[in-house]
C-alpha cells in the first residue's frame, strides 16, 4: 500500500508502527524502512528483508533532540559538539546504545547511530510515530538505495505494511557516518558532509 505523506494519514502510519509493523518513507537522504527501534520483532523483520548481515546495526532517526537520551544517554564529549554542530542535519552519529535497545537493532556492537534529519516533513512523521524510528535504507543489502516510494515498492512489494510517499529523494549521497562512542571520533562512512568539516568542528 503507497499513501502520500499527509497528516491526515499519520494517524494510520503511526498505528502501523505500534502494533509491530514497518512501514518505508523518506527521510532527509533515500527512503528508509521504519520501524519502533525497540520493538524487537519489528527490527528483526527489517534485518530479514533487507538480508542485513548480523553484525551490521541498524540506525535510528528522530523527531528532536529530547528523543536522545533514550537511545544514548551517557555521551561522549564529541558527540554532543557534533550533535549540537549537525543536528539537524546528514550526520549519523554513533554512541554508546541504551541498554533498552533490543540486539537485533545493535547487532551486539552495545552502540546505535542515530540521526536528527534536515527536513521539517520528517520529523513531523516520526513524531507522530512515537519520536524515533529505524531508518535504514529501503533496499536490499548491496543494491542502490530506493529514490521513489515506487523503487522502495519494487524492492519490498507486499512485504511491508505501508510505503509513504514523500516525494523523491533529493539527496545525490547517504548521511556521513561517524562513531564517537569515546574521545576520540572515527569515520565509518562518508556522505554528506565531508570528513573534514567533522573533523575541523572538533580539532581547528
Known amino acids: 500500500m503507497i499513501i502520500p505523506q499527509t497528516t491526515d494519514n ?5 498505528a502501523t508502527i505500534k502494533r509491530g509493523g514497518v512501514i518505508a518513507f523518506r527521510t532527509d537522504t533515500f527512503y528508509g524502512l521504519g520501524a519502533d527501534p525497540f520493538n524487537v520483532s519489528a ?3 527489517i534485518r530479514e ?3 542485513r548481515e548480523d553484525n551490521k ?3 535510528v532517526v528522530i523527531s ?3 528523543q536522545i537520551d533514550r537511545l544514548i544517554p551517557n555521551r561522549s564529549k564529541p558527540f554532543c559538539v557534533l550533535m549540537e554542530r549537525f543536528w539537524p ?5 554513533i554512541g554508546l546504545a541504551s541498554d533498552q535497545l533490543p540486539e537485533q537493532l545493535t547487532a551486539g556492537t552495545k552502540t546505535v547511530g542515530v540521526r536528527l534529519p534536515n527536513d521539517d516533513r520528517v ?3 516520526i513524531a507522530a510515530c512515537g519520536g524515533a524510528l529505524t531508518g535504514t535504507s529501503a533496499n536490499l543489502s548491496g543494491q542502490p538505495p530506493a529514490r521513489t516510494a515506487a523503487d522502495a515498492g519494487e524492492y519490498f512489494r507486499n512485504e511491508i505494511d505501508v510505503i509513504v510517499d514523500g516525494g523523491a529523494a533529493t539527496s545525490e549521497s547517504p548521511s556521513t557516518v561517524v562513531a564517537a562512542t569515546t574521545g576520540e571520533i572515527k569515520l565509518v562512512r562518508e556522505g554528506v558532509i565531508p570528513w573534514t568539516e567533522v573533523r575541523s568542528a572538533l580539532y581547528s
Open 49 to 51: 528483508l533487507k538480508g
Open 64 to 66: 528532536d533532540t529530547d
Open 57 to 59: 546495526p541498524i540506525l
Open 123 to 125: 520529523r513531523a512523521l
Open 10 to 14: 499519520f494517524e494510520q502510519i503511526a
Open 89 to 93: 542535519g546528514a550526520l549519523t552519529i
Open 43 to 45: 527490527v528483526q523483520k
